[in-house]
Every structure is written in structure tokens, then in C-alpha cells.
């Protein structure tokens, strides 16, 4: 009877523990590993967003497209406008192409996931196997209730109840196991076949837009063809350009000189200030100490004599400067300036809020005619209309002039550097004003793409600097 009753209390407490692990096993959360591909979302909406924005910018291209086909004759406004859209196509086939080693990556990655989640599996069903076959050569319920019973003390039946409970436990992890990785396996399955489908979409988006190129090129070499027959005309307009380009640039070295002669002049007085201050005072000095103290006289002469001295120097310095670099360099706000311009290479903003750059820096071949090169000085940026034009950086102007044919220009001083912003309309400054960066100077006048179109440029000193490399990419 004692046997018994030991017997049926073993089992009672092997029964409400199996219960309780049963309920534990059921609230157990299975947390899925992150997914790499989520990791690379944010490259994949870039490039989305990327494509999106090029997609827009060739929508706005083919309507001032339509626009020039009301004047019957071809001008270079046409070719312009086509030489931006074949370079936003360009673009777009190359984000695209990223958009495809994305997609590529994506796509390897996932089959190895596949790969390894089909190993677990294969894994996982045999290591249940084998323990659903133990337990099937075990299966005789009276064996395990006699294992327990058979324990020598009620420490070694705890110690059989918990065996048995951890073969319980094993077997509920194992279910939960395989049920996991096949859910997962399912997943990345189904998350393969769209990457593959995305895949699909994109090769074929890049084939039609490659066609498109091929057609916005030979529709390229119709409209040189035609230009040609004008060559008088163009190379007129090529004169009228560059000479507009040499009154603006010889302007700017006129200001330059102009800033270079005050700046050397400014700093020479300021010097002959001070010094004239430490005459005075080592003067004053002198008569006190003659009545107070005249074995100090020596003394006091030799610390002004120094500073004298010194600043005689200075002078000397100031009036032997040549280059715009030593000149500047005088002033300490000058410097300022220069060193905050520099510290800001590729990080200046725009001249304009919103703008392409349709002729870069520098000398190129004329884009109709052949054996013609152009040189600009800086970059021509097509814009909105009446789009305003803002200071890059902070500034003082040192010139508002005006070029007949050409608009007006204004040019902002940093220090050594300055930045200059032309065929403007009107303008919102004056000569001396300081401006802050991003400041608004004048409105933009149309160019020949029939769009606003601001030159600028960028001098350090007397020399011409690519604006391209100064500012920032975004």
C-alpha cells in the first residue's frame, strides 16, 4: 500500500510538471534572425528615389523639347537641352545597373540562406526521427513508472522526473525548431521569387531606355547636322560669347588690383597708426620720467624702440607685397575669410537653389563645330527662370558692374578668394555690402536654353579655379 500511494504521488508530480513545461513551451516566442537584405533597404530606396528624380528631370526635358519644335528653325537651345537629357538618361541607365548588382547581391545572399535553412532542416527532421524512434522502442508506459518507482530515495526519483522532463522539453524544442526553419525557409523562398521578378522588371526598363539613348542620339547628330549649315551664324555668336567672357574677366582682375592696392594700402596705415600711437606715448613717457625717474629713461626707450622696430617691418612687408596671398594675409579678417573658404572646399552651396551644369570649366571642343574650342572660365548653370542667384559663402561685394549684351555681374569677396556670379537680370546688392552664404544677390536672366542661366566662377587671387571642385555634390 505505502508502494502504492509513493507510486501515485510520483506520478501526480510528474504530471503537474510536464503540464506547467507544456504551457511554458507554448508562450515561448521563436525571434527570426535579421534578414540582410533589410540592411541594404536604405542603398535600395536611394537608388528608387535617385531614379524617381532623373524620370522627373526627363519629363521636364521632352516638354522644353516641345516647346522648341514651335520655332521651326533649329537653335543651339535645342541642342542643349537634348545634350542634358541624354546625360540624365545616362544616369539613369547607370542607377539602374546599380540597381541590378543590388539585385544581384539580394539574390545570392538569398540562396545561400536557402542553402543553409534546407541543411538545418534536413538536420533537424533527423535528429527528431531518431528520438521519436527512442522513445517508440521505449513506448511501455509501466517501464518509465517503474524507472521512477525503482529509485532508491525520493532524491533519485526527482532526479528520474526531471530526466524524463527534459525529454519532454527536447522534443517540444525540436517541433518548435523545425517549425520555425521551414517558416523561414518559406519566406525566403517567397522573398526570392520578387527579387528575382524585380530583377526581371529592371532588365527590362534598362533595355528600353538604352533604345530610348540610341534614339535621343541620332536625334543628337540630326540637330549638329543642321546647326552646321550655319556655321557663320554660330561662329558669330562664339565671338559675341568670348568676348563678353574677356570684358567680364578682365573686370574681375581690374576689381582684383583695385582690392589688392586697398588691402596693401589699409594694412600700411594701420601700421603707421599704431606706430604713430607708440611715438607718442614713448614721448609722454619720456617727459614724466624725466621728472620722476630719470635712470629708468634707457629702459623705457629700448621696449618702444623694439616695438617701433617691428613694426617698421611690418610696413616694410606690406609695401613689398605682390601676390594677393601675402597681401591678404596682412589683415587678419582677411584670412579669416581665406581659411574659412578653404576649410570649405566641396562643402559650398550652389549659386543657385535648383541647376545643371550644361558647360563645365575649363577648354572643350564646341559641341557643332569642329576644330572650335571654348573656353570658360567657370561653370554655366541652367536653372529656373526668374530663379535667384545667392551668395556661396560669406562675403563682402566689391563690384556690381554691367556688360552690355551680357547683364550684370556681381562679385563677392572672401578674403583671398572671389566667387562671381553673372548674366543676371537684376540685382539685390550694392557695392561694400556684406552678405551672408545662401544670401540671394539678383535674379537670374534666361540663357539660350530659354531656361535661366547662370555663369559663375571662382578666383583665388588672380587665378580661375574649377567651381566644380568647390561645391558640394548633393
Keep these: 500500500m505505502r508502494i502504492t500511494n509513493y507510486i501515485y504521488f510520483l506520478l501526480i508530480v510528474f504530471t503537474n510538471f510536464c503540464f506547467a513545461q507544456k504551457s511554458k513551451s507554448r508562450s515561448k516566442v521563436y525571434t527570426k534572425p535579421l534578414d540582410k537584405t533589410i540592411l541594404r533597404s536604405t542603398d535600395k530606396t536611394e537608388l528608387e528615389l535617385r531614379k524617381k528624380r532623373l524620370q522627373q528631370e526627363i519629363i521636364q526635358y521632352n516638354k522644353e523639347l516641345e516647346e522648341t519644335k514651335k520655332?521651326?528653325?533649329?537653335?543651339?537651345?535645342?541642342?542643349?537641352?537634348?545634350?542634358?537629357?541624354?546625360m540624365k538618361r545616362q544616369a539613369l541607365i547607370y542607377t539602374i545597373n546599380e540597381e541590378l548588382e543590388v539585385t544581384a547581391k539580394q539574390i545570392s545572399e538569398n540562396i545561400d540562406n536557402i542553402n543553409q535553412l534546407n541543411n538545418k532542416l534536413k538536420l533537424l527532421r533527423s535528429n527528431y526521427a531518431n528520438m521519436v524512434l527512442n522513445l517508440y522502442k521505449n513506448r511501455n508506459q509501466s517501464t518509465t513508472i517503474n524507472f521512477i518507482a525503482n529509485s532508491e530515495n525520493f532524491n533519485q526519483s526527482i532526479r528520474r522526473i526531471e530526466y524524463f522532463k527534459r525529454i519532454a522539453i527536447a522534443r517540444k524544442e525540436q517541433?518548435?525548431?523545425?517549425?520555425?526553419?521551414?517558416?523561414?525557409?518559406?519566406?525566403?523562398?517567397?522573398?526570392?521569387e520578387i527579387i528575382k521578378e524585380d530583377?526581371?522588371?529592371?532588365?527590362?526598363?534598362?533595355?528600353?531606355?538604352?533604345?530610348?539613348?540610341?534614339?535621343?542620339?541620332?536625334?543628337?547628330?540630326?540637330?549638329?547636322?543642321?546647326?552646321q549649315t550655319r556655321e557663320k551664324e554660330l561662329k558669330s555668336q562664339i565671338r559675341k560669347k568670348q568676348e563678353d567672357a574677356n570684358k567680364l574677366?578682365?573686370?574681375?582682375?581690374?576689381?582684383?588690383?583695385?582690392?589688392?592696392?586697398?588691402?596693401?594700402?589699409?594694412?600700411?596705415?594701420?601700421?603707421?597708426?599704431?606706430?604713430?600711437?607708440?611715438?607718442?606715448?614713448?614721448?609722454?613717457?619720456?617727459?614724466?620720467?624725466?621728472?620722476?625717474?630719470?635712470a629708468s629713461e634707457t629702459v623705457a626707450n629700448n621696449e618702444d624702440e623694439k616695438k617701433i622696430e617691428n613694426i617698421n617691418k611690418e610696413i616694410e612687408e606690406a609695401?613689398?607685397?605682390?601676390?594677393?596671398?601675402?597681401?591678404?594675409?596682412l589683415?587678419?579678417?582677411?584670412?579669416?575669410?581665406?581659411?574659412?573658404?578653404?576649410?570649405?572646399?566641396?562643402?559650398?552651396?550652389?549659386?543657385?537653389?535648383?541647376?545643371?551644369?550644361?558647360?563645365?570649366?575649363?577648354?572643350?571642343?564646341?559641341?557643332?563645330?569642329?576644330?572650335?574650342?571654348?573656353?570658360?572660365?567657370?561653370?554655366?548653370?541652367?536653372?529656373?527662370?526668374?530663379?535667384?542667384g545667392?551668395?556661396?559663402?560669406?562675403?563682402?561685394?566689391?563690384?556690381?558692374?554691367?556688360?552690355?549684351?551680357?547683364?550684370?555681374?556681381?562679385?563677392?569677396?572672401?578674403?583671398?578668394?572671389?566667387?562671381?556670379?553673372?548674366?543676371?537680370?537684376?540685382?539685390?546688392v550694392n557695392k561694400g555690402d556684406k552678405v551672408k552664404a545662401k544670401q540671394p544677390i539678383g535674379i537670374v536672366a534666361n540663357g539660350e536654353s530659354g531656361s535661366g542661366e547662370l555663369h559663375f566662377e571662382i578666383w583665388k587671387g588672380q587665378i580661375t579655379q574649377n567651381p566644380q571642385t568647390w561645391l558640394s555634390r548633393n
Design 71 to 86: 520655332d521651326k528653325r533649329t537653335s543651339m537651345k535645342n541642342l542643349i537641352i537634348l545634350n542634358q537629357k541624354i
Design 175 to 192: 517541433i518548435g525548431a523545425i517549425n520555425h526553419t521551414t517558416t523561414e525557409l518559406n519566406t525566403t523562398v517567397q522573398k526570392l
Design 199 to 227: 530583377k526581371s522588371r529592371l532588365l527590362d526598363s534598362k533595355e528600353k531606355e538604352k533604345e530610348i539613348f540610341d534614339e535621343e542620339k541620332n536625334q543628337k547628330e540630326k540637330v549638329v547636322a543642321q546647326l
Design 249 to 294: 574677366s578682365n573686370a574681375i582682375k581690374n576689381i582684383i588690383e583695385q582690392e589688392i592696392r586697398k588691402a596693401r594700402e589699409a594694412a600700411i596705415a594701420e601700421a603707421k597708426r599704431r606706430k604713430k600711437e607708440i611715438e607718442k606715448s614713448n614721448s609722454d613717457k619720456k617727459d614724466k620720467i624725466k621728472k620722476d625717474n630719470p
Design 319 to 329: 609695401e613689398s607685397a605682390k601676390s594677393s596671398e601675402e597681401v591678404f594675409a
Design 331 to 388: 589683415s587678419s579678417e582677411n584670412q579669416k575669410l581665406s581659411n574659412g573658404f578653404e576649410n570649405n572646399k566641396n562643402r559650398l552651396p550652389w549659386p543657385v537653389i535648383s541647376g545643371s551644369v550644361i558647360s563645365g570649366f575649363g577648354e572643350h571642343e564646341h559641341p557643332v563645330l569642329k576644330g572650335i574650342k571654348i573656353k570658360n572660365n567657370g561653370l554655366d548653370i541652367k536653372t529656373k527662370s526668374n530663379e535667384s
Design 390 to 428: 545667392r551668395s556661396v559663402f560669406d562675403g563682402v561685394v566689391t563690384g556690381v558692374i554691367s556688360i552690355p549684351g551680357a547683364g550684370k555681374a556681381v562679385i563677392i569677396r572672401h578674403g583671398e578668394y572671389l566667387s562671381v556670379y553673372s548674366n543676371l537680370a537684376t540685382t539685390f
